[in-house]
């Protein structure tokens, strides 16, 4: 494989496959849909194993980004992603921020 310019730390080295989106939501994407899997949104009759993913960072760098995905997930989305109800997950969609931190402290105080 040849080397290209990794996108974290700008380093030529040899690159390898990372999720665009991570992994974990992918599988909460398949966990919560309704067809049970996720689709090709190129050919929706298409059904897809895994999320997209493209030669973007170097070893060292995708560990790194590895361990703030998984810090993420433990730590943020879990608590709030995973439990909310139907209608707080429509209310996910809010790009005012101050909502968002309402959201994530109720859920973190029910720990």
């Known amino acids: 494989m ?3 310019k990794c996108a974290m730390c700008g380093q030529v080295k040899k690159l390898c496959e990372s999720h665009i989106i991570p992994k974990f939501f992918g599988n909460y994407i398949k966990k919560n ?3 049970g899997g996720l689709r090709n949104p190129n050919n929706v009759n298409k059904r897809e194993q895994d999320i997209y993913k493209e030669n973007l960072l170097c070893d060292e760098c995708e560990e ?3 361990k703030l995905e998984t810090y993420f997930q433990n730590n ?3 608590i709030v992603g995973v439990k909310l109800n139907d209608k707080e997950k429509l209310l996910r969609i809010d790009t005012n921020f101050e909502n968002n931190k309402k959201l994530l402290k109720k859920y ?3 720990k």
């Open 64 to 66: 790194i980004f590895s």
């Open 2 to 4: 040849e080397e290209k």
């Open 76 to 78: 943020i989305f879990s």
């Open 108 to 110: 973190s105080e029910k």
């Open 33 to 35: 849909s309704p067809s």
